[in-house]
């Protein structure tokens, strides 16, 4: 149960199956974000398996094996949680929260099992609710939109001088246009 009232949890879902590349999407998508947790990997009795789980985008294969000559640092991430369970294992994971960015707010679930076997992952979401409501932006006539740029540069020229942009915060003739 969620203690913080700014936060909607959602029921636990649970995808997966043969090896292969899964997503599902957060059950709400218009609020401020979304996030995530993994609840629990469950794997069957073919053999150890794999799952990558990453709340930005599809995640690739890890190479368990120490052959391949992919590594990972700096420039090469792997953006998400890799979870690897021995054969017929339920692994408890209860992770804590983990911001979904991906635009359509959807987590991808890479899962790579031994032959002949499936793997499950159970996630949990919950969205940060909306407490602003925009309102309809202002908008003018075309015959005001000279009067509406002036406004705008007024406004950006004020905002420069507050902060002390050079150039901006000197009310001469060099640094800024003359007002008709």
């Known amino acids: 149960m969620c203690s913080d009232p700014t936060y909607?949890?959602?029921p636990?879902?649970?995808?997966?199956?043969?090896?292969?590349?899964?997503?599902?999407?957060?059950?709400?998508?218009?609020?401020?974000?979304?996030?995530?947790?993994?609840d629990s990997v469950v794997n069957g009795d073919g053999g150890t398996g794999a799952v990558v789980v990453s709340g930005n985008s599809k995640p690739s294969a890890l190479?368990?094996?120490?052959?391949?000559?992919?590594?990972?640092?700096?420039?090469?991430?792997?953006?998400?949680?890799?979870?690897?369970?021995?054969?017929?294992?339920?692994?408890?994971?209860?992770?804590?929260?983990e911001r979904?960015?991906?635009?359509?707010?959807?987590?991808?679930v890479r899962i790579d099992a031994?032959?002949?076997t499936s793997?499950?992952?159970?996630?949990?979401?919950?969205?940060?609710?909306?407490?602003i409501i925009p309102g309809p932006t202002q908008t003018g006539?075309?015959?005001?939109?000279?009067e509406m740029n002036e406004a705008r540069a007024e406004m950006t020229m004020k905002r420069l001088q507050t902060?002390?942009?050079p150039g901006y915060a000197q009310n001469d003739s060099k640094s800024m246009p003359a007002k008709e």
């Not at 997966?16 to 999407?25: I, Q, R």
């Not at 190479?63 to 090469?76: R, W």
């Not at 992952?121 to 909306?130: N, Y």
């Open 163 to 165: 902060m002390g942009i």
């Open 119 to 131: 793997m499950f992952v159970t996630i949990r979401f919950r969205i940060k609710v909306l407490d």
């Open 63 to 97: 190479d368990y094996t120490g052959l391949a000559q992919n590594t990972f640092s700096d420039d090469a991430l792997i953006k998400g949680v890799p979870i690897r369970v021995p054969a017929t294992v339920t692994q408890v994971i209860n992770s804590s929260w």
């Open 12 to 38: 636990a879902l649970t995808i997966g199956g043969p090896s292969g590349d899964y997503f599902v999407t957060c059950p709400t998508t218009s609020c401020k974000w979304a996030e995530y947790a993994i």
């Open 141 to 146: 006539h075309a015959d005001a939109m000279q």
């Open 114 to 116: 031994a032959a002949s």
């Open 100 to 108: 979904i960015t991906n635009s359509q707010k959807r987590v991808f």
């Open 8 to 10: 909607e949890e959602k």
